[in-house]
């Protein structure tokens, strides 16, 4: 299976194959070029702002800059081999083509390697999400070689290495959220900090933290109204800011020093090191910065595709960066007595009638790298909540068109504000924040080179000594500047250490507590043969109306369900067991969104509901998600005959465990073009030879009046209409949301540890985070909840 994607009017097409020799995509020349247009302003802000701090952080106390130049000379090749090895070399032709269905980041590469390898922490997982589409795109013969066949046995053999994975996962999401309270404060702090030319050292320490705070309060506080509004300007700030640092580049290499080409050669790397010695091995923490950003690449690919990325970094900011480098490095190298040692920044190279005016663009620049990184943590931080792995929050979609990507989340948004500032004013100068960002930044990319080397044995089945040699490459090179990094601990490189620590801490509670509650509920869920035994009323008085009960289930009948048998005197006349849940891959389908079944006869009405979103789907809205969840039960009844007389069971998947009979795929209401019920709106008039019957769907938003109609099909069967008929009547009647209000606690027995992160640490987030994204969508009024004590 593939994915095509084809653009009118193109005159030259692009065409590229997966492993298989399919064609996978096809793009036309223009629409390559408008993506890579539009990715230079939402990918590569952040590493086209690197020239503002790069000298400045490598020059801060390690080393001095001389007359020989050899300092200067030495830094200009270690930025030169690094931007072409890491960036060009390692993203641009090696991790870009490890795409999760066209998605990149660190739980893209988690996610590859949990569906080969199945090591996977989805509790609820089913034999039926494999059979996805965007599960299935990338699978590969089962023809392993060897070594990757034990290496996967061994994953899934033990859990503890499941663990290691999971926590390298983690280990890179949560440097990532730091580089989100990182970023934003050394570019726009390096970019105000072209005011200490116009006034004395004394008084620009006063006037650029006031600025550059301003600057950042307001960053923060534009988040809500998302980056559709201002997104079109992006693109062109940073081409201006490219421009401009080329172009003083190049100005500055044919007016002071055109030999400086020389220094491209890596001998001088050689000297640099002889010469400085541990001082040069320290400075590598400044110099690494010349790749922030770089991991952007990857992380973003969702939003655009790998040859316009590749060619906007080839053949615009690659080159635009060694020259603005070039041209720096130019400039210092015939200016060797410097007044004060701040003076070594980006400004002092550039032309004192044009500072003012780069002051201006380099402002803009460095907004628009923050809104990249900001907008990044929101994206990783949603994709995290959807595996399980992060505390529920609230999600706001900022476009009401393109919601791929846009999204705003409140808490987050203000916890980076205050950390940035914090920061920003505890540290007052670029050295030490230059310092902590490194070590972000290289972490990341250590996180990437391990998980790639497995990516190339599990899922491409290369040689073993490949995926060796990839590591040892990249991951040396990585380790020398982690290790120069890291030995700046205490002057900065604390902070993205504490707060990966914080982050990960609150994962790994969150992701226990929420395992120990799920195998609660496996344990104690009510066994089929006891509701059989109660009879089709349940023992109790059924009304009319639907009871959607939420569960975490896939299988069985949750305790919540015996509660209400049990204690109160009447249920629904229909009930619906719903389960929403994340599975691990980008995208689901909407013809693949619901799996539907039965729970024991006909005449309990009683259906299972799975509907399954991948980590960077959008939930729908309440009146969608309702009226979505109506039509694929009916669409179900409807077509659970067909598929039993069939025998083919096209569509059919069975049920994991309880004898719950087989579940059926079932899309959304716009996927169903033979449907067993119309929906129109309440203004459109309806053919008088269906007999209808007319539902509110109630919301939050401005009501919407919806109709359901049951088509009088001389094809379909009397009992099947009469099914349909009477789940049309309940929807009538209304839909009252039910949930379990859980209280978790550790059981008695537990250790010290186990009731502290229990009974205090998951309590604690919890209590704090949103309730189930579904639930949202409900109105308060129809939604119950009832309180129970899980002893884990």
Not at 93 to 103: C, K, P, Q, S, T
Not at 621 to 628: A, N, Q
């Amino acid at each position: 299976m593939y994915k095509k994607w084809v653009f009118l009017g193109s005159k030259m097409d692009i065409e590229g194959r997966n492993q298989k020799g399919h064609p996978i995509k096809k793009e036309s020349w223009r629409t390559v070029m408008s993506l890579a247009y539009q990715s230079l302003g939402i990918v590569y802000g952040d590493l086209s702002t690197s020239p503002l701090y790069v000298y400045k952080s490598a020059f801060a106390e390690d080393i001095q800059h001389s007359e020989s130049n050899e300092e200067i000379y030495g830094v200009l090749s270690f930025v030169f081999w690094t931007l072409t090895l890491i960036p060009l070399l390692k993203y641009v032709f090696i991790v870009l083509r490890a795409d999760d269905n066209g998605e990149g980041g660190t739980f893209a590469l988690y996610t590859l390697l949990c569906r080969h390898a199945r090591v996977s922490t989805l509790p609820n997982g089913q034999l039926a999400d494999e059979e996805l589409y965007e599960y299935r795109k990338d699978e590969i013969s089962s023809g392993y070689r060897d070594f990757g066949f034990s290496l996967k046995s061994v994953l899934e053999k033990y859990k503890i290495l499941q663990k290691v994975l999971l926590v390298l996962a983690l280990l890179g999401t949560c440097m990532v959220i730091g580089d989100g309270v990182l970023t934003p404060a050394i570019s726009v702090f390096s970019a105000v900090s072209g005011l200490e030319l116009s006034m004395s050292r004394e008084h620009h320490q006063y006037v650029e933290v006031p600025v550059a705070c301003v600057i950042l309060v307001l960053l923060f506080c534009l988040q809500h109204y998302g980056t559709h509004r201002v997104g079109f300007l992006f693109a062109p700030i940073v081409i201006m800011w490219l421009l401009c640092i080329s172009a003083i580049g190049v100005y500055n290499i044919f007016y002071w020093n055109p030999q400086v080409f020389q220094a491209l050669s890596p001998y001088y790397m050689y000297k640099f090191l002889k010469k400085t010695k541990i001082g040069g091995w320290m400075s590598l923490g400044g110099i690494l910065l010349c790749i922030t950003g770089s991991e952007a690449m990857y992380a973003d690919l969702g939003h655009f595709s790998q040859l316009s990325i590749k060619m906007a970094f080839t053949f615009v900011v690659y080159p635009s960066l060694i020259l603005a480098y070039m041209g720096q490095a130019a400039y210092l190298s015939k200016h060797h007595i410097l007044e004060t040692d701040y003076r070594i920044g980006f400004y002092v190279s550039v032309p004192e009638k044009l500072r003012w005016p780069v002051l201006g663009i380099a402002i803009l620049a460095a907004v628009v790298g923050s809104q990249a990184i900001i907008t990044g943590t929101f994206s990783i931080i949603k994709q995290c909540s959807a595996l399980g792995c992060f505390p529920r929050v609230k999600i706001i979609h900022t476009s009401p068109t393109n919601k791929h990507g846009q999204i705003y989340i409140p808490e987050i948004n203000w916890t980076l504000m205050l950390l940035c500032l914090a920061v920003t004013i505890g540290f007052r100068d670029t050295k030490h924040i230059s310092n902590a960002a490194g070590l972000a930044v290289i972490t990341v990319m250590l996180v990437t080179t391990c998980l790639m080397s497995l990516v190339m044995v599990l899922c491409w089945q290369k040689s073993v000594f490949l995926a060796i040699g990839f590591m040892f490459f990249f991951g040396s090179i990585e380790m020398l500047y982690f290790s120069a990094s890291l030995i700046k601990f205490r002057e900065g490189a604390w902070v993205p250490v504490v707060l990966s620590c914080i982050f990960l801490v609150i994962m790994f509670v969150w992701h226990y507590g929420t395992i120990k509650k799920y195998e609660f509920d496996v344990q104690n869920k009510v066994s089929i043969n006891w509701l059989l035994s109660l009879g089709p009323t349940l023992g109790i008085m059924r009304v009319r109306g639907i009871g959607l009960i939420h569960t975490e289930l896939v299988s069985g009948i949750p305790a919540i369900f015996s509660h209400f048998v049990t204690n109160l005197p009447a249920f629904h006349q229909v009930v619906v067991f719903l389960c929403v849940k994340s599975v691990p891959v980008p995208h689901v389908r909407p013809e693949e969104r619901f799996l539907v079944g039965r729970i024991g006869p006909k005449e309990y009405r009683l259906y299972r509901c799975i509907a399954r979103y991948g980590y960077r789907d959008v939930n729908m809205d309440d009146v969608e998600f309702e009226k979505d969840l109506i039509c694929c039960v009916a669409e179900f009844i409807r077509t659970e005959r067909a598929n039993a007389s069939d025998g083919n069971g096209a569509n059919d998947v069975p049920e994991d465990s309880d004898n719950d009979g087989k579940m059926s795929v079932v899309g959304t209401a716009s996927t169903n073009v033979e449907g067993s019920i119309q929906i129109c709106d309440d203004e459109n008039g309806l053919s008088t030879e269906h007999k209808e019957i007319t539902v509110a769907v109630t919301s939050p938003v401005p009501r919407k009046r919806v109709r359901f109609v049951v088509p009088e099909s001389p094809q379909m069967e009397r009992g099947v209409r009469e099914e349909l008929r009477e789940l049309m009547e309940a929807r009538e009647a209304g839909i009252a949301f039910i949930r379990g209000h859980c209280y978790v606690k550790a059981k008695s027995g537990s250790g010290l540890m186990k009731r502290f992160v229990i009974n205090f640490g998951y309590d604690l987030l919890r209590r704090n985070s949103r309730g189930p994204t579904n639930g949202l969508s409900f109105p308060q009024a129809s939604t119950l909840e009832v309180g129970m004590v899980y002893q884990v």
